[in-house]
């Protein structure tokens, strides 16, 4: 990764903004800190960050009303880091806007990993058009079209309509509620187990073995992760 990206860490506990700063640094990140959500917001709209890592338990302010606020201009990438573990402190996290969720005490490795998907997700995007291709499988999102192997395969329009809301957000944990919510309406909002049929048969045909699916991933009670 470019030692040019600049990660913005609003936590106020001093052991882990060193613990980042020093792993951050060591992998070629620069690092800008914040320990509380005014001085948070402050940083992101000055630095203008390539990645956000926030703590849900701030001093002066709850880190989802934080997300909130910065989720209605900041578009990069944003991780919460957090030991609230609850389904549902993540789902709101996610619903609210952040790209990923991790709970403390984390791996260090594991958290360099989502980093740097996170980041190269978000440069991906930038530079993306309506074509988007995981490996052999390519969806043309203007044209309404997927192929898997250059074959073209046969979607209803509501499995396109899901496949494609997940493969614009590859990378992102999406929600049982978005999706539903996204693709069939508000009144769908608690039908996960229509969402479970929907994806079991776009994983049937885009997937190599859909018994071990490596594009539509199980974020076990929260939703699905697509991306290879």
């Given at each position: 990764m470019a030692t040019d990206s600049n990660?913005?860490?609003?936590?106020?506990?001093?052991?882990?903004?060193?613990?980042?700063?020093?792993?951050l640094?060591?992998?070629?990140?620069?690092?800008?800190?914040?320990?509380?959500?005014?001085?948070?917001?402050?940083?992101?709209?000055?630095?203008?960050?390539?990645?956000?890592l926030l703590d849900l338990g701030l001093p002066d302010e709850d880190g989802l009303s934080v997300l909130g606020k910065l989720r209605e201009w900041y578009q990069n990438?944003?991780?919460?880091?957090?030991?609230?573990?609850?389904?549902?402190?993540?789902?709101?996290?996610?619903?609210?806007?952040a790209n990923d969720y991790l709970t403390k005490p984390f791996r260090t490795g594991e958290l360099l990993a989502r980093i740097r998907t996170a980041l190269r997700l978000s440069q991906d995007k930038t530079g993306a058009g309506s074509v988007l291709s995981f490996g052999s499988l390519i969806i043309d999102l203007a044209g309404h079209t997927v192929k898997q192997n250059h074959n073209l395969l046969k979607?209803?329009?509501?499995?396109?309509?899901?496949?494609?809301?997940?493969?614009?957000?590859?990378?992102?944990?999406?929600?049982?509620?978005?999706?539903?919510?996204?693709?069939?309406?508000?009144?769908?909002?608690?039908?996960?187990?229509?969402?479970?049929?929907?994806?079991?048969?776009?994983?049937?045909?885009?997937e190599d073995d859909p018994t071990h699916p490596s594009l539509i991933i199980t974020e076990p009670g929260i939703g699905y992760r697509f991306g290879e």
């Open positions: 990660i913005l860490v609003i936590d106020d506990e001093v052991q882990i903004r060193r613990l980042l700063e020093i792993t640094n060591l992998n070629g990140y620069k690092v800008s800190e914040a320990s509380t959500a005014k001085e948070g917001i402050i940083a992101a709209a000055t630095h203008n960050p390539a990645l956000i990438p944003i991780i919460i880091l957090s030991v609230r573990n609850s389904e549902e402190d993540i789902i709101k996290a996610l619903d609210t806007g979607l209803t329009s509501t499995e396109f309509s899901l496949l494609a809301l997940m493969a614009r957000n590859s990378g992102k944990v999406l929600t049982h509620q978005y999706l539903l919510k996204e693709v069939w309406g508000h009144n769908y909002s608690d039908q996960t187990q229509y969402l479970r049929v929907f994806v079991a048969q776009l994983r049937k045909k885009i």
